[in-house]
């Protein structure tokens, strides 16, 4: 039998990227932000201005890895150091695996429907930012149900 | 002495994306877009629902395209086709060089600012929707002089 | 709005190049150096006679992750290392992030308008040709003004 | 016996630049120029103000392939079109052979010592503007002799 799935939708990843913009201006921190599906495949990406300019690659990779593995990369980063059991992780998926905070899962119902990836600032900065992105999203699931 | 030069702003950006997913709509064909800056790098992209899965590289790639040569991707492709001028040019810049319909460069008093690339249809769909993201770019212009 | 931005001219590359080479004739050792302009994009490269053959790649990269992250890479290389905040970075933007000493942000009125590269010696000898540049262009402001 | 090879300084190249850089002034057309040594190596590389932002690459990968093979890229071109011996040769290297017009060997004593690569206009534009360098290097050779 075919599968059914559920996958993040543009309309709810720019609630995630609202609220990510949103956390980010109360840093003080321009960001990239980007959103992919159950896929891993790209939904919305923004770049906020006088974001680094090499953090658009990033934050969407952040966004990949997150998917890819449904880890966050910051729990990623933990186990891909040398000596650990992923080390050498990143060199998969043709470079595209980021191991260093901002990239965040997103679930629904206990399963991952798409993430959450930002870049731009130390990995602080990033995580706060993503984790507002991930609060607002579980926050619209809650309002639909 | 320093250059001063203008760019596409996120807000530019948006307006230019919402431009083309009205497009989108009306011919009832669901697309990426894609927008760069004077410099090349991604400003934002969205992906409408149930569009194709690998498209938002080649919108990326179209307007990365349409802003590396100051020409739309159509324009080039004529060009790049075998026995022309620029046939090989898609294999530079590490494969990121687009020659089909989609990618056009964004002008501001006659200086490429920015590029929006379309994918997810036939090249003339990919057209319609980046030329009305274009034409509120243009618009958009207007109504700040 | 469009937004506005300074980057560096091709007057201004050559400049620091000059200024590197002086420093580079100093210390007896013949560098690559490169510069970026503010999109991050290749504006001048230079090999002194007999600089190592696989340092172009690297001085371009070096001046390409100043820019990217408005740091230095020597600083950056720090937050680099294993068990650190950015361990993994050099993985992105495919593989030309360089996170040893020799790249440079160039600012001006505190904002990044390109950056420089070196790259043929240790990284002692990288940076102080890059300092030498940097300071460099960093005169040929004080004296537009 | 180990050979003996003879290769483009830093010196000449900046003479070949700066004859490229002269003529893209007489066309009115700013251009990106680069010279590789006899190992196909980057000695130098310019972007004239306003250059395409995609050419730097070009340029620098015309003056590879011009060395990679002692051949004009215009007349690669020709034997590398669709049904002809060199089709598909673009592939090669890493995608770093260019088959259009704008690279030329450098030629001293009969031997290639060098190239050069133009990119930023048409093909008939990049021609005449690496003819330009081309020709300011053989003069500067009979100038020494």
Not at 13 to 21: K, Q, S, V
Not at 24 to 46: C, F, Q, S, T, Y
Request: glycine letters at 8%.
């Amino acid at each position: 039998m075919t599968l059914t799935i559920e996958t993040i939708s543009l309309q709810e990843a720019r609630t995630i990227i609202e609220a990510c913009e949103k956390k980010a201006n109360e840093i003080k921190h321009p960001m990239h932000i980007a959103v992919v599906d159950a896929g891993a495949n790209l939904v919305a990406h923004a770049r906020m201005d006088n974001a680094w300019t090499g953090s658009a690659n990033i934050a969407i990779n952040k966004a990949f890895t997150a998917k890819s593995f449904d880890i966050s990369t910051a729990d990623l980063a933990k186990e891909s150091q040398p000596n650990n059991q992923f080390f050498g992780i990143h060199n998969s998926n043709d470079g595209r695996i980021m191991i260093f905070a901002g990239g965040l899962p997103l679930l629904k119902d206990g399963k991952v429907v798409g993430a959450v990836g930002v870049s731009g600032g130390t990995g602080e900065q990033d995580s706060k930012v993503a984790e507002a992105g991930k609060a607002a999203f579980e926050k619209s699931l809650a309002l639909v149900k």
